[in-house]
């Protein structure tokens, strides 16, 4: 059997939008064909159009990338919502259907839900297996949330409007030994006159987050269109698409543009430089409105 790579790709967003094609490609022409490709549906899992999501992964794979796509079918592990559990039939395929993709694709959802669901499963552990045998990851938006020691619950802060907390998240990336809390949607503008920088935190939300971080903990900053790709094998990462990856600790910070590589190393152990909390926000604020 011909060795998978081990590569971990991390997208700020546009992971279906023509942005990320040439990285979709690229990843995937280094698995041997056909590619067994799986997208996990869980993000997704609790909205009511989740089976319309799936759809569009699959159209946006098959015809942009070539690659057929399969669904992993947990969109639900567990009972919600007043519905009750899937079948343990039901889960056991999705599992081994996840376990054995060469290309593991999760996008858009909610972060919480997630974790919910995943959590006490072998997600976690058929995740981890991809980065120590062989395999590639590349998880977006919400599922990006999850990589990290700690997620931030997005929907509860910026739409229900609960005070700043971090949840527990997979951790995966301390099995690189990288001790980041990855945030996608890093330089999002939508808010237009206040800051949905962060993915909807803004600056005082993000601060008051920053304050529980450990000593070695940072932020893993993920620009929209735009990715961290982690090579394993190799021990580099590379920024693609169109803007910027920050690893942020306060307010120092060191900010890595598109095409860029640098080692494993510096995600593990990051040399921030100095700035005033001033300085920093400014360049993100510039940066935001590019």
Known sequence: MTS???????????????????????????????????????????????AELASRAVDYFKTSVNVELRVAGLGRMKPSNGLPAPSAAAVEKGLR???????????????TYSLQQWTGTPIRDLLARKFAHGGIVTFASAAALT?????????????????????DGLDLLRELGIPACVIPHYDNAEGGSHDTRFCYLGERRLQQLESAL?????????????????????????????????LRKGARQVVYSAGESFTLDDLRVPTFSVASPTTAAASQIGRAHV
């Open 4 to 50: 998978l790579p081990r590569i971990l790709a991390i997208m700020g967003s546009g992971e279906t939008a023509p942005t990320m094609v040439s990285t979709h490609r690229r990843l995937t022409s280094l698995l041997p064909t056909p590619v067994r490709a799986v997208v996990l549906d869980t993000p997704y899992g609790f909205q009511e159009n989740a």
């Open 97 to 111: 259907v996840v376990d054995e993709a060469h290309y593991l694709f999760a996008g858009p959802g909610s972060p």
């Open 214 to 246: 450990t000593e070695d903990e940072y932020v893993l900053g993920i620009d929209e269109h735009t990715g961290l790709v982690i090579n394993i094998d190799e021990q580099t990462a590379q920024v693609v698409g169109n803007s910027c990856v920050t």
């Open 147 to 167: 990589l990290g020691s700690r997620t931030v619950p997005v929907y509860e802060i910026y739409k229900v409007g609960m005070d700043p907390y971090w949840n």
